[in-house]
Nanobody, 119 residues
Framework: VQLQASGGGLVQAGGSLRPSCVAS??????MAWFRQAPGKDREFVSA????????YYADSVRGRFTISRDNAKNTLYLQMNSLKPEDTAVYYC???????????????WGQGTEVTVSS
């Protein structure tokens, strides 16, 4: 499985972005988004089961971010609304055949897409 993330960028506080992650190869895996801010550890953002039926969020983004997937297009999305400067980070998509949710031991990782939120 190869993952290619895109869709990051520079946005003002309160704005929105929608990064996406295209998967190649076997794609019926649970998937997730993690992020890593400068000088900080990588942290869980959101996860979605392979069917898209169940979603999970970190407390810091719940109510502002929405994870979704289109299995016909092999694409994972993260709709990010009401962005805050503290959301600034490199966002990584991940996939794994096991149900890991917020556990960072995902087998497959994308290269990351940078999100910068200005105040």
């Amino acid at each position: 499985v190869q993952l290619q993330a895109s869709g990051g960028g520079l946005v003002q506080a309160g704005g929105s972005l929608r990064p996406s992650c295209v998967a190649s190869g076997r794609t019926f895996y649970d998937m997730a988004w993690f992020r890593q801010a400068p000088g900080k550890d990588r942290e869980f953002v959101s996860a979605i089961t392979w069917s898209g039926e169940n979603t999970y969020y970190a407390d810091s983004v719940r109510g502002r971010f929405t994870i979704s997937r289109d299995n016909a297009k092999n694409t994972l999305y993260l709709q990010m609304n009401s962005l805050k400067p503290e959301d600034t980070a490199v966002y990584y998509c991940a996939a794994d055949p096991d149900r890991l949710l917020s556990n960072p031991e995902y087998r497959y990782w994308g290269q990351g897409t940078e999100v910068t939120v200005s105040s």
